[in-house]
C-alpha cells in the first residue's frame, strides 16, 4: 500500500496508490437473555466445547442482517475483546441515542444456505448516548473509553465467526464483530481473521492509520485503538473479505478451527499440528511475532492459504489500551523514524516488511509481493492442468473479468522466495500506466506443506459474484463465481489432508519460463 494514500471509491472501500517500495448502568447481567436451543447436531468435542462442524446442518436464522443503520449515533459498539473462547464472558459496550436496544449473536456458517444462526439474544437494555471520544495527542489515537453497558457470557456458543446485532428501539442496527475462537487446531483447518487490519481502516471518531479528522494522511493515527465502534455498518471488512469463506469452509465440512491474527501473535498453540491455516481476502497488518508463528507452522508441515492480496505487507507492534494488553495497533508507516522504537529495536519498527531499518519481504512466505493498486483486470488462467482448477473446465488462457482488483500481487525475479514456485494464472494489467501481471502462485515447503496465493484481492469477493450479496461485484458474474468457488474447494478438500505434497502434484517450476529471469 502507498505510504498514506486512502480513498474511498465508488466501491464504498478504502484503498491506497501504487507502491514502489454494565459498569456504566448499573447493570448485573443483561436482563432475559436468552440462548438458541442446543442443535442434535451440535454434539461437543472431547474436550467438550462444540465444534463447528456439527454446525453446519443446524437450522439457519433467515433474519440476520442489517434493516437500517440510520445516524453514526444511532447505536454503535464494541467489545472489550476481539476474540473469546467459549464460555468466557466479554463486555459489550453500546450507545444509543434510542430509550433502549437488544442484542442478537449471530454465528456465521452454512446453515442450509441461510448463511448464519441465532446463538444468543439479549432481553431489552436501558439505551445511553455515551461521551465523545478522546484523543491521545501523541498518536492521534482515537478511543471511545465507554463504559461496559452489560457483560455477555458465552458458554454454549459454539467457535466461529459471530456478528452481534445492535437492535435500538428506533429500528436503527449495527453489527459488531466477533470471533469465538478455538484453542486446539490439531488436524483442522484454520480460519485467521484479521482484526488488525479492520481496525487500520476504521475511521471511527475521524481518524485510522490512513486519515486524520481533516482527510489528511499527515494528521493520520500513528495507532489505533479496539477501544471504539467500527464505522458504517460495524463490520464492513469482515462482511466483504471474510464471510463468504467462512459460508464455503462450513457448507464443505471439513474440521475447521477460528482465530485471528491478535491471537495467533499472542499464543500460536492453535496452529501446532493443523492441517492447514487459511488467510483471508484482506489481511495486512502483522505483527513480528504472528509472522513467526504462521512460518513456523508451515515449516511445521501445516499449509497455508492466502486468499487476497497485499497480505503481510505492513509491520506493526501491538499495545494496551484503556485496560487491556493488546488492544492498540502500532503502525507509524512513513513517519517510522519516529517511533520509539527506531533507535533500539529495529526490526520491531513500524513500517512496511520490505523496507529499512530491518527489511524483510512478504514475498519469503507468500511466494508473492504486493506490488499496487488502483486496478481492474481478468484474471487468466495459465496452467489449466493444475489440481486446483480441476472440474472448473477452465483451459489455459481463458480469462475471468474483473476479478484481479483492487490490489494485486505478482511473482518478482529477485525477490527472496521460499523455493521454486508455480505460477498458474498471470495476468496482464494496467496500474496507473505502467504495464504488469498478477500472479496465483503455487509452492512446497521441505516438509510438505503447500503454500497457495492468488494474488488478487478480490477472490473472496468472488465467491459471491453475481449474487449482489454485497451490493456490488465488481462486474464479476456467475461464470466467475463458478470458476472461484471450485478452485477454493478444491484447495480447501486437499489442504484439509494434511501436507499437500503427499496428496496432490507438487508445483512445476516456471517462473524463468514466464518472466525469462
Known sequence: MAPGHDTTSSDGLGRRRFLTLSAGLGLGTAAACTAAPPHPHSAPSPDGRLRPEAERDA???????????????????????????????????????????????????????????????????????QPAPRVLPATRTVRADWPVTLPVDTSGWPEGAYLLRLEADTGHQRYVPLIVRSIDGTGRTVLLHAPATWQAYNRWGGSSLYNGVSG??????LAVSFDRPYDGEGAEKFQVYEWALVVLAERLGIPLAYTTGVDVHRDPAVLRGAHAVVCLGHDEYWTPEQRAHVTAARDAGTNIAFLGANTCFRRIRLEAGEAADDRTVVCYKTAYRADPCYGSHPALVTTDYRLPPAPDPESSLTGVLYEGYPVDAPYLVRAADHWLYEGTGARSGDGFAHLVGVEYDRITP????????????????????RASHSDSAYYTASSGAGVFATGTMRWVEGLVAGTGLLGRDHGMDARTRAFVTRTTENLLRTFAKGPAARHAPPPRANVRAVYGA
Not at 84 to 100: D, I, K, N, R, Y
Not at 216 to 221: D, L, V
Open 59 to 129: 437450522p439457519g436464522t433467515a433474519d440476520w442482517r442489517l434493516a437500517s443503520t440510520g445516524p453514526p449515533d444511532a447505536v454503535a459498539g464494541y467489545p472489550d475483546r476481539v476474540s473469546v473462547t467459549p464460555g468466557e464472558q466479554f463486555g459489550l459496550h453500546v450507545s444509543t441515542t434510542a430509550a433502549a436496544f437488544r442484542v442478537s449473536a449471530f454465528r456465521v456458517g452454512w446453515y442450509g444456505g441461510k448463511q448464519a444462526r441465532r446463538i444468543w439474544a439479549s432481553g431489552r437494555i436501558p439505551g445511553r448516548a
Open 414 to 433: 529477485g525477490a527472496p522466495t521460499p523455493g521454486p514456485l508455480e505460477i498458474i494464472a498471470h495476468s496482464p494489467l494496467v496500474c496507473e500506466g
Open 216 to 221: 489528511a494522511y499527515a494528521t493520520r493515527s
